[in-house]
């Protein structure tokens, strides 16, 4: 199967999980999980959450990151990969002029 996320809506999504402006999502969800593209301009973010019931995993695809992962915070480059495991919490924010592109998946 292919996901062409360029052939789904993009949902413009404001103060995602609780953060700031708003975060482009386009998204494939089925009985199983979801596989996401998350675009995060500069200022944007998505606000701390904790999983408690899935864990996630964020591929940054481009851009740069400042990442709160269990209170510590990092920051996350293109190429890094990002677990949040279930139980622990993370929120993601980009305040870089270049926009922040993250392939996400998420078990349902």
């Known amino acids: 199967m292919i996901v062409d996320f360029d052939s789904l809506e993009e949902v413009h ?3 995602f999980k609780g953060g ?25 973010s998505i606000g701390y959450h904790v ?4 864990y996630e995993v964020m591929y940054i695809i481009s851009g740069r990151a400042h990442c709160i992962d269990d209170g510590v915070e990092r920051e996350l480059k ?5 677990y949040c495991p279930k139980g622990h919490g993370h929120s993601v924010s980009n305040p870089y002029e ?5 392939f996400a ?3 349902e």
């Open 13 to 15: 999504a404001a103060n």
């Open 20 to 44: 700031e402006d708003i975060v482009r999502r386009t998204a494939y969800a089925d009985n199983a999980g979801k596989i996401i593209r998350l675009r995060l301009v500069q200022g944007s």
């Open 51 to 54: 999983h408690e019931n899935d």
């Open 78 to 82: 293109a190429g890094d990969v990002h």
């Open 98 to 102: 270049e926009e922040l592109v993250i």
């Open 105 to 107: 998946v998420l078990p």
